[in-house]
C-alpha cells in the first residue's frame, strides 16, 4: 500500500496537469476542483442533508458552495477557524441573524466579519459533518492534506459530545479524486460515510472492515511542535496534567 505522501502529490499532480482545479497549484492544499458547485447541489438531495439542522464544515474554498447553501436553506452553520489558531475553534453562523449573509458568510473573511467564534462547549449538536478531501475511496477511507487539522476538529467535538459515531460525513470532491485502491489510515482518520462528485454519489461500502470512528484527541498520535502550535490543544493537555 501507497504511503498518504505519495498519493497526495500524485492527486495533487493529476488535477493540475489535468486542469480541473482552481488556482496555480493546488499542492498542499484541499483541491478547489471545478465542479464544486454542482456537487454541492447533489448534497442538497441527500435525505441526510435534509434532516440536518446544524452542520460542521472545514474552511476550504472547495466546500464554500456548500457552506453557502446550508445557510441560504436555514441550517446553523460551524465553520472550523483555519489550523485552529484560538481556542475558539469555530465560529458559529447563524442564518436567522440579518447581518449573516450567506454567499459573503461562507468565504472564510466573511465568516469571521460576521461569525461568533465558540468554544466546543458553546456549540449546539451536529447533525452533519462536511469534510474536504485530497484523495478518498469508495470503503471510506479519506487522505486529507497532511495536516491533520479536521480530525482534530473531529475529536474535539466528538470528546465533547456535539456529535455522535453515527453523524454522517459528507465530503465533496472532483472525480479523478476517487481513487479505486485500498487507502492507508489511523485510529485519528475519520472516515466518510458519502462521497459526492458533480455526477454521482457514493455511499461508502464499509462492510469489508469497519473504520472505528475516532472518540476524541489521540495525544499519542501528536507531536510537541503539533501541541505546541494549537492554543486549545496546549490548554488542554495543561489542564489535565
Known amino acids: 500500500m501507497r504511503d498518504k505522501w505519495a498519493i497526495r502529490d500524485e492527486v495533487w499532480t493529476a488535477l493540475e496537469t489535468a486542469r480541473v482545479v482552481r ?8 483541491p478547489n476542483f471545478y465542479g464544486s ?7 442538497t438531495e441527500l435525505p441526510e442533508w435534509q434532516a440536518a439542522r446544524a452542520v460542521k464544515s472545514n474552511p476550504d474554498q472547495a466546500q464554500r458552495p ?3 447553501l446550508a445557510l441560504e436553506q436555514g441550517k446553523l452553520l460551524y465553520m472550523a477557524v483555519p489550523r485552529l489558531k484560538d481556542e475558539r475553534v469555530f465560529i458559529e453562523l447563524d442564518p436567522t441573524r440579518p447581518e449573516v449573509e450567506p454567499k459573503k458568510a461562507a468565504t472564510i473573511s466573511g465568516a469571521f466579519k460576521v461569525g461568533r467564534p465558540v468554544y466546543v462547549a458553546e456549540m449546539q449538536p451536529v447533525d452533519l459533518v462536511i469534510s474536504g478531501s485530497v484523495a478518498v475511496n469508495r470503503q471510506g477511507v479519506r ?9 482534530l476538529e473531529y475529536g474535539l467535538a466528538a470528546a465533547a459530545g456535539i456529535l455522535a459515531p453515527s453523524t454522517p460525513v459528507i465530503s465533496t470532491v472532483h472525480p479523478m479524486q476517487v481513487l479505486a485502491e485500498d487507502l492507508p489510515w489511523t485510529q485519528h482518520d475519520v472516515p466518510l460515510d458519502i462521497v459526492v462528485t458533480a455526477d454521482e454519489v457514493i455511499r461508502c461500502d464499509r462492510s469489508g472492515g469497519d473504520i472505528p470512528r475516532p472518540s476524541g484527541i489521540y495525544w499519542e498520535d501528536l507531536d510537541e511542535r503539533k501541541i505546541r502550535s494549537i492554543p486549545l490543544l496546549a490548554k488542554l493537555r495543561s489542564e489535565n496534567a
Not at 488556482?23 to 484541499?30: E, L, P, T, Y
Not at 487522505?143 to 480530525?151: N, Q, R
Open 37 to 43: 458547485d454542482d456537487a454541492a447541489l447533489q448534497v
Open 143 to 151: 487522505i486529507g492534506k497532511g495536516g491533520g487539522f479536521a480530525d
Open 23 to 30: 488556482g496555480r497549484s493546488v499542492h498542499d492544499k484541499i
Open 66 to 68: 456548500l457552506r453557502q
